[in-house]
T-cell receptor
Framework: GQQLNQSPQSMFIQEGEDVSMNCTSSSIFNTWLWYKQDPGEGPVLLIALYKAGELTSNGRLTAQFGITRKDSFLNISASIPSDVGIYFCAGRRDQFYFGTGTSLTVIP | DAMVIQNPRYQVTQFGKPVTLSCSQTLNHNVMYWYQQKSSQAPKLLFHYYDKDFNNEADTPDNFQSRRPNTSFCFLDIRSPGLGDAAMYLC?????????????FGDGTRLSIL
């Protein structure tokens, strides 16, 4: 199946720090999505990107659709404890493909 | 005001005993998906319905079946669950018109096999 490589696999940061994670693929995608999943819950959509080069914000979150259409980035500014969770990227071509996830731990 | 509702949240069944998981949506989306997610892994697509058209992933075991009796409901049937089928099962919906809109997920059903 289609492989989306997400990095880093896990992050441990201090409250207040900024966070960056990315997702790369060998294939082009038409849409990039970023989700957050809390333990025992379903993924919740954070940001959707539809055009190459698009930069979109949602509160403290900012995501970009890479110009090559093969990657995407998510940044979280001034992290807080409730940012803890697993972040998944997803790319859409003929269907949706999920990245391997980034586990974020925020230390108060 | 949950929009994608999965029941039950937790399901325990015996090895080999058929089980059905359900999903309903209030979004009137024309596409419904079933994913399997094991611990610390990404969701894995099992199949999806585009309206009534069923699309099975090549590596989905024959043990897994699905039904979509109407727009709002979709069921996942596991005919003879094995220990390896213990996982979180996620239902998602999206709208396909000129391209796909983002998926919206339910909170999942966690399936345990005794």
């Amino acid at each position: 199946g289609q492989q989306l490589n997400q990095s880093p696999q896990s992050m441990f940061i201090q409250e207040g720090e900024d966070v960056s994670m990315n997702c790369t693929s060998s294939s082009i995608f038409n849409t990039w999505l970023w989700y957050k999943q809390d333990p025992g819950e379903g993924p919740v959509l954070l940001i959707a990107l539809y055009k190459a080069g698009e930069l979109t914000s949602n509160g403290r979150l900012t995501a970009q659709f890479g110009i090559t259409r093969k990657d995407s980035f998510l940044n979280i500014s001034a992290s807080i404890p409730s940012d803890v969770g697993i972040y998944f990227c997803a790319g859409r071509r003929d269907q949706f493909y999920f990245g391997t996830g980034t586990s974020l731990t925020v230390i108060p | 005001d949950a929009m994608v509702i999965q029941n039950p949240r937790y399901q325990v069944t015996q090895f080999g005993k058929p089980v059905t998981l359900s999903c309903s949506q209030t979004l009137n989306h024309n596409v419904m998906y079933w994913y399997q997610q094991k611990s610390s892994q990404a969701p894995k697509l099992l199949f999806h319905y585009y309206d009534k058209d069923f699309n099975n992933e090549a590596d989905t075991p024959d043990n897994f079946q699905s039904r979509r009796p109407n727009t709002s409901f979709c069921f996942l049937d596991i005919r003879s669950p094995g220990l390896g089928d213990a996982a979180m099962y996620l239902c998602a919906t999206s709208r396909k018109g000129q391209g796909y809109q983002p998926q919206h997920f339910g909170d999942g059903t966690r399936l345990s096999i005794l």
